[in-house]
Structures are given as structure tokens and as C-alpha cells.
């Protein structure tokens, strides 16, 4: 959500953005997990229990909804 990013199908290759799925460019520090392990383990601890922020939240929606698009493939990406 920080940038356009591709996703080559069969079908060719689709640039995607992140209002296109409504929701809003981040910087690349508003989603950063950190420098170490730790740190990356604490960022997903509080993305699962909720305190991950929303542009962290919003990335792990949009990954998911790629990968039950990918999984499926006979749903619109919006609907995922």
C-alpha cells in the first residue's frame, strides 16, 4: 500500500493501487515492523490483538484478499 505494485495472472498483469481498493497510500514507515526479531514478532502480536494501527491492519487485509483471490479465482478482488 505504499506504491502501485503488479499481479501477473494467465491473464496478463494487473497494476493495483491502494485506492483502488479503498483505502489510502502509506509511507513505508507507517507499516514498518522494525529491526530485529523481536520487534518484528512484537508488530505481529499487536496486529493480531488489535493494535497494529490501521494502515498495518489495512496490509494485512489487503495480502489476504490477494491470496483467497489467487486461491479461488473466480471472485473479483473486492469481494475477497
Do not use: H, Q
Not at 497494529?52 to 489495512?58: M, S, T
Amino acid at each position: 500500500l505504499t506504491a502501485p505494485w503488479d499481479v501477473a495472472t494467465e491473464g496478463g498483469t494487473t497494476t493495483w493501487r491502494a485506492a483502488d481498493l479503498g483505502m489510502e497510500e502509506v509511507l513505508p514507515d507507517a507499516i514498518a515492523g522494525g529491526t530485529s526479531k523481536a520487534a518484528y514478532a512484537a508488530t505481529i502480536v499487536d496486529i493480531l490483538s488489535g493494535k497494529g494501527g490501521r494502515a498495518r491492519e489495512d496490509v494485512v487485509v489487503v495480502n489476504a484478499a490477494f491470496a483467497l483471490r489467487c486461491g479461488e479465482g473466480d471472485e473479483e478482488i473486492g469481494v475477497c
